[in-house]
């Protein structure tokens, strides 16, 4: 039997199966980017429901993993040097579960830079610009009269999607035809954009042709539609 009981997270959230990499998250865009990514490369995993809404990530067991405060996180109790080893921020979780299985990042030096790249396109701005466009139209910010910043997220997000616009054209994947992490990083961010947050007409998503066959291609993948749902929501 695993001893996963150096770590703190598991005293407030018990693991029934210490084998198992634990995953303590919530379905958001970067939540979801690590149970897609379990599912997909089919390591056995035992989800955890981290409740943001109660601020259960600012309590002493989330922080003494995860300083930041923020899901998602995991402990893997098979880590590098065979014992437990917990990890967290998505990109890097990402990158780990790749090189764990040998699967989504490329063997070859360059194009798994290239794919890294990517990833961190991902994590630098996407994720950060989308986020606040979320936040000024349609939570809190909604309210502020200054429509400033408002309108500099939303001209930023369009930009962006006409970078990941510009990628794709003549493209399957991020990557040419190999799927890859750069790509599960950026699915659950515009899927949120045009559903959740409601931003499709805000950015003019409509106007776009590679962004949304591409979404479609990647929410049509049976790990991804699995993934979305984990861990259950509180």
Same mark, same amino acid.
Request: no cysteine; charged share 20%; aromatic share 10%.
């Given at each position: 039997?695993?001893?996963?009981?150096?770590?703190?997270?598991?005293?407030?959230?018990?693991?029934?199966?210490?084998?198992?990499?634990?995953?303590?998250?919530?379905?958001?865009?970067?939540?979801?980017?690590?149970?897609?990514?379990?599912?997909?490369?089919?390591?056995? +995993? %035992?989800?955890?429901?981290?409740?943001?809404? #109660?601020?259960?990530?600012? !309590? $002493?067991? =989330?922080?003494? @993993?995860?300083?930041?405060?923020?899901?998602?996180?995991?402990?893997?109790?098979?880590?590098?040097?065979?014992?437990?080893?917990?990890?967290?921020?998505?990109?890097?979780?990402?990158?780990?579960?790749?090189?764990?299985?040998?699967?989504?990042?490329?063997?070859?030096?360059?194009?798994? +830079? %290239?794919?890294?790249?990517?990833?961190?396109? #991902?994590?630098?701005?996407? !994720? $950060?610009? =989308?986020?606040? @466009?979320?936040?000024?139209?349609?939570?809190?910010?909604?309210?502020?009269?200054?429509?400033?910043?408002?309108?500099?997220?939303?001209?930023?997000?369009?930009?962006?999607?006409?970078?990941?616009?510009?990628?794709?054209?003549?493209?399957?994947?991020?990557?040419?035809?190999?799927?890859?992490?750069?790509?599960?990083?950026?699915?659950?961010?515009?899927?949120?954009?045009? !559903?959740?947050?409601?931003?499709?007409?805000?950015?003019?998503?409509?106007?776009?042709?590679?962004?949304?066959?591409?979404?479609?291609?990647?929410?049509?993948?049976?790990?991804?539609?699995?993934?979305?749902?984990?861990?259950?929501?509180?």
């Amino acid at each position: 039997m695993v001893d996963l009981s150096a770590f703190p997270l598991t005293q407030r959230w018990p693991a029934q199966h210490p084998d198992r990499i634990q995953l303590y998250s919530l379905p958001t865009p970067n939540g979801v980017k690590v149970s897609i990514m379990l599912e997909e490369v089919g390591l056995p +995993y %035992e989800p955890h429901t981290i409740n943001i809404g #109660q601020n259960e990530t600012w !309590g $002493p067991e =989330f922080l003494s @993993l995860n300083p930041n405060g923020k899901i998602p996180a995991i402990i893997d109790p098979n880590g590098p040097d065979g014992k437990p080893f917990g990890l967290f921020e998505s990109g890097a979780i990402l990158v780990y579960l790749a090189e764990k299985t040998g699967q989504l990042l490329p063997a070859d030096p360059a194009q798994r +830079y %290239e794919t890294l790249q990517w990833l961190f396109f #991902q994590m630098a701005a996407v !994720g $950060p610009m =989308f986020g606040q @466009l979320g936040y000024f139209h349609k939570f809190a910010g909604r309210e502020i009269e200054d429509k400033r910043p408002l309108e500099r997220y939303r001209a930023e997000t369009q930009r962006l999607l006409g970078v990941l616009e510009t990628r794709l054209a003549g493209r399957t994947w991020i990557m040419g035809e190999a799927y890859t992490i750069a790509d599960i990083s950026l699915l659950g961010w515009v899927r949120n954009l045009i !559903g959740f947050y409601g931003a499709g007409d805000l950015v003019d998503y409509a106007s776009l042709t590679q962004v949304p066959a591409w979404l479609e291609r990647g929410l049509a993948r049976p790990a991804v539609q699995r993934g979305l749902d984990i861990p259950a929501r509180p």
